[in-house]
């Protein structure tokens, strides 16, 4: 079946404009997990949803970032006001049910670059 | 103290050799570990998982877990060239819901 999908691939943006990433997870899981990734890093954990809910925001490094999952399908991370140390890879993930075992399947990432 | 952390590399091998990455982590209740190939430009993709102190083999990867050492190391016997990659060590923090990833360690072997 279809593996993660993640839209845009790409996204140009100016300092202090808004973006929305999109995350289609693999149908039928209620984990989603998004990282974000810079160059020459792993994967850092920003959130984890369980299906409609945020079970775990932790990561999010400030309050410019927001994510939803209105109806424990599709995520959308939402940025306001970026900085160009936004500009990274961004990640989404998901799993089956978020079990400590599961396999997290990552979508392709959307690269975000903020002149 | 980084919470995962890898040597850097790069780690250069001959192709058929034994490639050897290693990892430590810090959270003594971490209960889940990973390890996740990247490829350049792509995203990264499961290749072991490890849960009990030991070694888990599966097929050329073997990993190995001490968690009183706080230890994760995974073997590639018999090193391709399409084995070159960065491999990243995860581990899953005593919660269980937030994954945690080292820089990830660059693998080159030469043909």
């Known amino acids: 079946g279809a593996g993660v999908s993640q839209t845009p691939s790409n996204k140009v943006t100016e300092k202090g404009k808004y973006v929305e990433l999109r995350c289609d997870p693999i149908?039928?899981?209620?984990?989603l997990y998004w990282y974000r990734q810079s160059l020459g890093q792993g994967p850092e954990f920003l959130i984890y949803?369980?299906?409609?809910?945020?079970?775990?925001d932790s990561g999010l490094p400030n309050d410019r970032f927001f994510a939803v999952r209105p109806e424990g399908s599709v995520s959308t991370l939402k940025i306001q006001r970026t900085e160009r140390g936004d500009s990274a890879v961004y990640l989404c993930?998901?799993?089956?049910?978020?079990?400590?075992?599961?396999?997290?399947?990552f979508g392709p990432g959307t690269r975000l670059l903020v002149l | 103290q980084k919470e995962v952390e890898q040597n850097s590399g790069p780690l250069s091998v001959p192709e058929g050799a034994i490639a050897s990455l290693n990892c430590t982590y810090s959270d003594r209740g971490s209960q889940s570990f990973f390890w996740y190939r990247q490829y350049s430009g792509k995203s990264p993709e499961l290749i072991m998982s490890i849960y009990s102190n030991g070694d888990k083999e599966d097929g050329r990867f073997t990993a190995q877990l001490n968690k009183a050492s706080q230890y994760v190391s995974l073997l590639i016997r018999d090193s391709q060239p399409s084995d070159s990659a960065t491999y990243l060590c995860?581990?899953?923090?005593?919660?269980?819901?937030?994954?945690?990833f080292g820089a990830g360690t660059r693998l080159f072997v030469k043909a």
């Open positions: 993930a998901s799993s089956q049910r978020g079990g400590r075992r599961e396999t997290q399947y």
């Open positions: 995860a581990v899953l923090n005593t919660g269980g819901f937030k994954t945690i």
């Open positions: 949803f369980q299906g409609t809910g945020a079970a775990d």
């Open positions: 149908s039928g899981h209620t984990a």
